[in-house]
């Protein structure tokens, strides 16, 4: 992937104001190495063009670090091919990850490339959060999720596992974010913000109350 090499990419996280390391650059090309081969025998992620994967899974996902300090403990919902979680410990290699993903070969996908990238304090769970949450009950500083539908017994289940003023971000569209605000649920909703470039993406923030 020449036209992808990290001296070649970094302008693509520029533009959503974000200036990685040469290492960091490096973790991305071999995630991205990782995810384009799995992605030929497991369906991770519906994008196939290297260029597409790297502004829309890697940059957007660390966007959350120019919108909220990244740090503590932090639990990725429904993970799939790692966004946001592993992302954001890309970005923030002090964070502990928990990752929560229910299929068995996304799992496997997500601790290789974990392994792979020497990432430590990372953890993938292989289930629902529904079946984890007595376990890991205030445990979390800050919770993720993306193209995750968000319900209210969602919220009930990720406020139980945050820790006192914890935060909830939702990867998702201003459509879709609206309805999410009006859920009041033992969460106070800041404004949604513009994903850079995107025109429909936003990032929906909200902090535990109850």
Same mark, same amino acid.
């Given at each position: ?31 991205? #190495?990782? %995810? ?7 369906? %991770? ?30 639990? #990725? ?30 799992? !496997? ?35 993720? !999720? ?9 919220? !009930? #289940? ?31 909703? #800041? ?17 535990? !109350?109850?």
């Amino acid at each position: 992937m020449p036209e992808f090499a990290p001296a070649s990419f970094a302008r693509e996280f520029a533009a959503y104001n974000l200036q990685l390391s040469s290492a960091q650059l490096s973790q991305v090309e071999t995630y991205l #190495d990782f %995810l384009l081969r799995w992605n030929r025998r497991i369906n %991770l992620t519906a994008i196939r063009q290297p260029g597409r994967i790297i502004r829309e899974l890697f940059a957007e996902s660390m966007y959350l670090g120019t919108i909220l300090p990244l740090s503590g403990r932090l639990l #990725d919902i429904g993970s799939g091919a790692g966004f946001p979680g592993l992302a954001l410990k890309i970005l923030q290699p002090q964070l502990a990850v928990t990752l929560v993903e229910s299929n068995q070969r996304k799992c !496997t996908f997500l601790e290789e490339v974990a392994s792979a990238l020497h990432l430590s304090d990372v953890t993938v769970e292989r289930a629902r959060l529904e079946e984890i949450v007595m376990d890991v009950r205030g445990r979390f500083d800050l919770a993720t !999720t993306r193209a995750v539908d968000v319900s209210l017994p969602l919220l !009930t #289940d990720v406020s139980s596992v945050l820790a006192g003023g914890g935060k909830l971000a939702v990867f998702t569209t201003s459509a879709a974010a609206s309805k999410v605000a009006i859920l009041k649920l033992g969460f106070e909703w #800041d404004p949604p913000v513009d994903v850079p470039g995107t025109g429909r993406r936003v990032i929906l923030v909200g902090r535990k !109350t109850s």
